[in-house]
């Protein structure tokens, strides 16, 4: 029996338990237990669990995360398992990286929602990449959100708020607590990640939805589109697992084979990360979701990997809230969060790798 | 001689034999304060002098996170949003407390029923209080805001708002005060009748009788909510985490000490950071509740039954 500690609640929780009735139903070796462990950038019952050496065998993770949890020794390295050899040619191509189940596809953003509120942090990724601006700069090492599209980004962001009157003067309920606020049919564009997208349109359908590519701003950023980005989660085993084994079979099936791609959409619905799935045919010609595989396909950006991603995370959120509120100048909100971040950098670098 | 020491002598081993089979039974208490008290306090002590992961051993540093802390703008942010909001709702807390305890203290009909009602909600699990209070606090739909409009007031954006968030979190802790009530109301109904009677006798009205007589004779129970009251502000958590998502935002005004502390142990890994936290929160604790016995505890009257 394999124990997997999900984050999702809500739909997605059920849509995870429907999952691994698949698997069982394909192999009737090992079963799968689902377990909520909620959590986004602080997950303590998974961490506590790992820690105390009663790690599950399986749990999500964004791809933000993954270089400080590595670091940290909170994953069972999976070299091993790559080297055992995948099952088809393609997976080859896939598994050169680390192991990305989900992804999230969206007309006009390619974000993640662990649950109801987008949050400061990513909205500052997300226009901060429309306008043409960067976040890492791999050549020196170093978190740039100070970069200057990003910092027009927000100056945008802090402009657009004053007008309204300050942020604190929005107030658009959602109709109920699994229902993203779009659904209230009060805000008139949204970037819409497909879990909410698909709610929307299943408890409202006769609500009109238009769909465009992510608007961008020149100079910085090309066309239209070229803001989104790819959030999602992953699956990792834990250091300390039981069934390390049966855990990389369940991995291997539900991110890179096609019954098990087909079936993640099919109960969870996250669009999968495995370029040659073919659900993303089905995809492709869904009259619902069909918009998000254009942008799937051509989405070059991803929140950067760095070992001190939630604090980066954090950082970039608190110094947004800053500004946006009136409290500090972008710049300088941003200033503070580079300092913060490369600080905390150094400071972990010395102490863990 | 002889007769007197044997006597002795047995004595001794039963009080040995009796201490013996007093620890035996107590021994399931006494092994849990150890090990999930106890030790807990000793590592968190020992952590805080360490650089510590959760994954990994622990990196001796010394008194780095102590300086470290004394520099970090956010601790002093948290550290002043946390005593806002204890300014702000023990003195709330404790007067809508003791206000309903005299209302209850009235001799009318259906008394028990009304008990009942205002002591229900501070047994509501918080989590689930504090997403109720998340849509009283809506801008839009909230009835605060709607009462508010009745009176031609247009209420502010509340938990969006940086400078109404903090005062929406002491407005909420007041639904934990049918606690206190209870005890007040106790307290109450131990003021002898006489001492109102004579304060009749003397021409007392209701305030000089409620200043001279009921007020001394609550000083204990008030004193104790103060000390209460202090000690679980400087912890004060679960609403702030569950109204901001862990953020404590808006624009940190609800990052209080405690979740500042959460964040950098679950968040960024630097469990010996947040250990320190939580002992320079102790020491704080520690020096409040002294400062308060010294001043405060020479003017409380223990004339109860």
């Known amino acids: ?143 740039t959100p100070d970069n200057d599209y990003v910092v027009k980004a927000l100056e945008w962001m802090v402009r657009y708020a004053k007008s309204v009157g300050g942020p604190d003067k929005l107030s658009v309920t959602p109709p109920n607590l699994q229902l993203h606020p779009f659904g209230s049919g009060n805000i008139g564009m949204y970037p819409l990640v497909v879990p909410n997208y698909r709610d929307i349109r299943n408890a409202k359908p006769d609500m009109k939805i238009g769909h465009g590519l992510l608007p961008y701003e020149p100079p910085g950023a090309k066309q239209p589109g070229a803001g989104a980005w790819f959030g999602g989660w992953g699956l990792f085993i834990p250091k300390g697992a039981k069934n390390p084994d049966a855990a990389w079979e369940f991995i291997k099936w539900v991110s890179a084979t096609p019954e098990g791609t087909k079936a993640q959409w099919e109960t969870v619905g996250f669009p999968p990360a495995w370029k040659k799935a073919p659900v993303l045919e089905e995809i492709k010609n869904d009259p619902i979701m069909g918009p998000y595989y254009n942008v799937l396909i051509s989405a070059k950006h991803s929140r950067p990997a760095i070992p001190v991603g939630a604090y980066y995370f954090g950082q970039i959120g608190e110094q947004v809230g800053e500004a946006i509120n009136g409290k500090k100048t972008p710049l300088a909100a941003m200033r503070t969060a580079k300092e913060n971040t490369m600080k905390e950098m150094q400071r972990f670098m010395k102490q863990n790798a | 001689m002889a007769a007197i020491s044997m006597r002795g002598r047995r004595a001794n081993a039963r009080a040995r034999r009796d201490f013996l089979w007093g620890l035996f039974f ?130 502010p954006g509340w938990l969006a708002s940086p400078t109404w968030a903090k005062p929406a979190l002491i407005i909420m802790s007041v639904w934990g005060a049918g606690n206190l009530m209870i005890i007040l109301l106790a307290g109450l109904q131990d003021v002898p009748q006489e001492i109102y009677d004579a304060a009749k006798v003397d021409g007392a009205g209701w305030w000089a009788s409620f200043w001279n007589v009921t007020l001394p004779f609550l000083s204990p129970h008030l004193f104790y909510a103060l000390v209460t009251g202090l000690i679980a502000g400087f912890q004060y958590f679960t609403p702030a985490y569950v109204l901001t998502g862990g953020n404590g935002g808006p624009a940190r005004s609800t990052l209080i000490a405690a979740l500042y502390l959460y964040q950098n142990a679950f968040r960024y890994f630097k469990m010996g950071y947040a250990s320190a936290m939580a002992w320079i929160l102790f020491l704080i604790i520690l020096v409040i509740t002294l400062l308060t016995f010294r001043t405060l505890s020479r003017r409380i009257y223990y004339g109860g039954a």
């Open chain 1, 1 to 143: 029996m394999l124990e997997l500690y999900s984050v999702f609640a809500g739909n997605e929780h059920q849509g995870w338990i429907k999952l691994a009735e698949r698997y069982e139903q394909v192999q009737s070796d090992v079963g799968i237990k689902i377990t909520y462990s909620p959590g986004h950038q602080d997950n303590p019952k998974l961490l506590t669990s790992i820690a105390g050496g009663a790690a599950p065998d399986l749990a999500h993770l964004t791809p933000f995360s993954t270089p400080q949890w590595a670091l940290l020794g909170v994953m069972t390295d999976l070299t091993e398992y790559v080297k055992k050899g995948p099952q088809t040619i393609d997976e080859v191509d896939e598994y050169s990286k680390k192991i990305n189940t989900i992804r999230n596809g969206k007309v006009v953003r390619i974000g993640m929602i662990p649950w109801d509120v987008y949050g400061p942090e990513n909205s500052l990724f997300t226009w901060g990449w429309a306008f043409g601006g960067e976040f890492w700069d791999p050549d020196k090492q170093e978190v």
């Open chain 2, 26 to 155: 107590t021994s399931p208490a006494i092994i849990g304060l150890l090990w999930f008290t106890a030790y807990p306090l000793l590592a968190s002590f020992y952590y805080s002098f360490t650089s510590y992961s959760l994954f990994g051993g622990a990196k001796w540093i010394g008194l780095q996170n102590y300086r470290d802390l004394m520099s970090d703008d956010n601790w002093w942010v948290s550290l002043y949003n946390t005593v806002y909001i204890l300014v702000g709702s023990i003195p709330l807390g404790i007067i809508t407390a003791l206000v309903l305890a005299l209302l209850l203290n009235m001799k009318v009909r259906g008394m028990a029923i009304y008990r009942t009602l205002f002591y229900l909600p501070s047994i509501v699990p918080a989590v689930a209080s504090a997403v109720v209070w998340a849509y009283v606090f809506n801008p839009q739909y909230g009835i605060l805001n709607n009462i508010l409009r009745i009176f031609g007031i247009n209420g």
